[in-house]
Nanobody, 115 residues
Framework: QVHLVESGGGLVQPGGSLRLSCVAS????????LGWYRQAPGKERELVVI???????DYADFVKGRFVFSRDYDTDTAYLQMNSLKPEDTAVYYC?????????WGQGTQVTVAS
């Protein structure tokens, strides 16, 4: 089993920044992809960014230029630096790890962007 633990969510004003962290453990392997999804109230979960083990990173169009994904292979930690936050970024953010057809999820961390 793979365990993913997110942290770093909170309340921030529009235009502000937050940094999310996700620590992977258990059966996690360094060739797994790591990424972030989000789910706003009443909406489906959507992809924010995926970082593949080879270094390729795919961002959703709505976060390009604002969010930055990074990954520390020594500590099996993924980060999401979120800048220029907007109220529509309000959601529960979930860390995701996958390999092949198997997905693992963290418990989620709430991000609220409001004045």
């Amino acid at each position: 089993q793979v365990h993913l633990v997110e942290s770093g969510g909170g309340l921030v004003q529009p235009g502000g920044s937050l940094r999310l962290s996700c620590v992977a453990s258990g059966d996690f392997r360094k060739n797994f992809a790591l990424g972030w999804y989000r789910q706003a109230p009443g909406k489906e979960r959507e992809l924010v960014v995926i970082g593949y083990s080879g270094g390729t990173t795919d961002y959703a169009d709505f976060v390009k230029g604002r969010f930055v994904f990074s990954r520390d292979y020594d500590t099996d930690t993924a980060y999401l630096q979120m800048n220029s936050l907007k109220p529509e970024d309000t959601a529960v953010y979930y860390c995701n790890a996958f390999y092949g057809t198997t997905n693992y999820w963290g418990q989620g961390t709430q991000v609220t962007v409001a004045s």
